[in-house]
């Protein structure tokens, strides 16, 4: 385990270089002038330069990457250019917020989601099982500020049962907050739902039509005991790895819901630094939201892996 | 057989090739020479390719994802030579709910939106299959190299394809189109880039796994060239697998680009956009404005819908 550990650490390590370079080679190797972009076209060549050369886009390309690169590791991003506050100081806040959402998004949809999964994999092709999964393929294709415009007009105004704004008031207690978080973790749960239940649904059919699962049920054991000890122990590991996956997404997901609800998180500020050409608040935050991909996909390969030994022996797929 | 295989592998090899044609003469039956052969395999595969088909007719969901696809096709050629009015002009008092003459009320500006739904259908049609194709061609090419030679590059390119789908696509899109500014150009070109690395991976194990059969193994043996065997003799077998793969990616090309549009990133204005649309009028829903946002979204929710159910459709015809 501590070996596989290790190599599955390497693979991460590798994997942030290669990303922190693709970052790098996009915002630097195409034709662009930050100092244009950002002054506008109208503003004089001068001020073009003073802001090129603040911005140290003058400096020979590998000093910036070695720049970009040390940041990484320190996550000392410089001040970001449209507020002149250092880049941490705004993501962290930020990403605390989006955090809590994502949590919250998380604990309604994923126990929701095994439940419906399991549930429907249990009545194979019956109406209900067809049902669970065209709903499913359907919610989930649907772009969350979609559903997030779509829940916030007919729950938020239409019957008026929760907050139409996610942030709540200073001060206020966390159920007043969590009201107000409500309706955007709810359109996560649209987006997300349906793709948790199919691989749960998937994981748990193979499972039940496995030999161990034969065998116990013919040793006499009762449904709930299989159900338990042999089938979801077994069935999980799929849905395991595509929650973690999807934690990394749920991030980028958040800039539209954050937008519609108006929700000072991680994707609002990623959002507002595309727009202002604020780069190094713009290349910290993908970079950011890539971390902690990793980290989340690294937590699903190690439970995994705790689950079951033989996926110890591989470090990638 | 008449010329002595020089080593042990060239002879296991020519005793696979005798079975082969044992086997295959077993199947024709008096059938009798090889041009028979090729003649009735041509007759079987079009069966099956029009079994398929009527397959896929039978299949509810596939009915109603054409149609829908149809309709906004019809939808987005016509433009505003069909709309009630003309999207881009305002035409009536502003802010009208649903009503006869505006069925589904006019925007801030006094625009129909009925009219801008209709119309908006146009740039996501071509913005959206256009990336996906570009996406497949690539990916399909990537696939093939990385799936047929290995070695070192598969080894770094596949790296680098686990390196890209790490990265949330929007965040990626975004970055591009902050440094690039964006245009449809643009939109393309990134949309593509960014659903290569998913399609060359899927192309890539489609291509391991054919590999390791027999019949490239005795295509390598009578000495074809590696485009050979790759053009010829793996890609029509994992074609099923590329078009599955192609009417997916549209799918999320077109909620791709309806995300971008929506994030300013995409489609710019005037046009009648969808994902526009939302994002110009979502902060009037509080105040219980609707339906300049509602419509255009469900608009969205569809086009994806339906192409999602036709992909569906198309996995389970040709699984069957």
Excluded at chain 2, 283 to 308: D, E, K, M, R
Aim: neutral net charge; proline residues 5%.
């Amino acid at each position: 385990m501590a070996r596989y550990i290790l190599r599955r650490l390497a693979f991460s390590i590798i994997t942030l270089f290669l990303l922190v370079t693709v970052v790098f080679l996009i915002t630097n190797v195409f034709p662009s002038d930050p100092g244009r972009q950002i002054a506008g076209p109208f503003a004089s060549q001068e001020q073009v330069d003073v802001l090129n050369e603040q911005l140290g886009t003058n400096d020979p390309l590998l000093n910036q990457y070695g720049r970009l690169l040390r940041s990484s590791v320190t996550f000392d991003y410089g001040d970001s250019f449209q507020v002149g506050q250092p880049v941490s100081e705004l993501l962290w806040p930020a990403l605390g917020r989006s955090a809590k959402l994502v949590l919250y998004g998380l604990v309604l949809t994923v126990p929701a989601a095994i439940a419906a999964g399991m549930f429907a994999a249990r009545r194979r092709n019956t109406f209900i099982d067809r049902g669970i999964v065209t709903l499913g393929v359907a919610s989930s294709s649907i772009p969350e500020f979609v559903s997030g415009v779509a829940l916030q007009y007919f729950i938020g105004v239409k019957l008026g049962w929760f907050e139409v704004l996610a942030l709540a008031p200073r001060g206020s207690n966390l159920i007043t907050e969590l009201k107000h978080l409500t309706l955007p973790a709810l359109s996560l749960l649209v987006v997300y739902f349906g793709y948790i239940a199919r691989m749960t649904r998937a994981g748990t059919i193979q499972a039940l039509d496995a030999d161990y699962t034969r065998t116990a049920t013919m040793k006499g054991l009762s449904t709930r005991h299989v159900m338990r000890r042999h089938v979801a122990r077994n069935a999980l590991q799929p849905t395991v790895s595509v929650v973690g996956t999807q934690i990394g997404y749920l991030f980028s997901g958040l800039i539209g819901l954050e937008l519609i609800f108006n929700y000072p998180g991680v994707g609002r500020l990623i959002y507002n630094a595309s727009t202002s050409k604020d780069f190094p608040l713009l290349s910290a935050g993908v970079i950011l939201v890539g971390i902690i991909y990793m980290i989340c996909t690294l937590a699903a390969d190690l439970i995994i892996a705790w689950m079951n030994p033989r996926a110890r022996l591989q470090v990638t797929s | 057989m008449q010329v002595p295989p020089p080593d042990a592998d060239g002879a296991a090899a020519a005793v696979e090739v005798d079975a082969a044609v044992a086997a295959g003469d077993d199947v024709i039956g008096e059938a009798g020479p090889i041009t028979g052969l090729a003649y009735d395999m041509r007759g079987e595969r079009r069966q099956a390719a029009r079994e398929r088909r009527r397959l896929l007719l039978r299949r509810p969901g596939f009915i109603i994802g054409v149609l829908i696809i149809l309709t906004w096709i019809v939808c987005g050629v016509g433009g505003d030579k069909i709309t009630p009015s003309d999207p881009l002009v305002p035409n009536d008092t502003s802010s009208l709910s649903p009503r006869a003459g505006h069925l589904m009320g006019t925007d801030q500006l006094g625009r129909d939106v009925l009219s801008r739904v209709m119309a908006g259908a146009r740039d996501v049609l071509i913005v959206a299959p256009l990336a996906a194709t570009l996406s497949v061609i690539a990916g399909a090419f990537l696939g093939l190299l990385m799936g047929y030679y290995r070695g070192w590059v598969d080894e770094i390119l596949s790296r680098l394809v686990e390196v890209l789908l790490s990265i949330p696509v929007i965040l990626m899109a975004l970055l591009i189109t902050a440094t690039l500014g964006s245009s449809k150009i643009v939109v393309i070109g990134t949309v593509a880039v960014l659903f290569t690395p998913i399609v060359t991976r899927t192309v890539r194990a489609a291509v391991l796994s054919e590999a390791q059969l027999d019949y490239v193994t005795s295509a390598r043996l009578r000495g074809e060239k590696g485009l050979f065997v790759m053009t010829r003799e793996i890609l029509p077998n994992i074609t099923p697998t590329i078009l599955v793969e192609y009417t997916v990616r549209i799918g999320y090309a077109v909620f791709t680009v309806a995300t971008l549009s929506f994030l300013g990133a995409g489609i710019q204005p005037p046009s009648p956009d969808w994902g526009l649309a939302v994002s110009d009028t979502y902060a009037l829903i509080p105040a219980g404005q609707w339906w300049p946002t509602l419509f255009p979204a469900l608009a969205i929710a569809s086009v994806v819908v339906a192409t999602n159910l036709v992909a569906d459709s198309i996995e389970a015809a040709l699984a069957a």
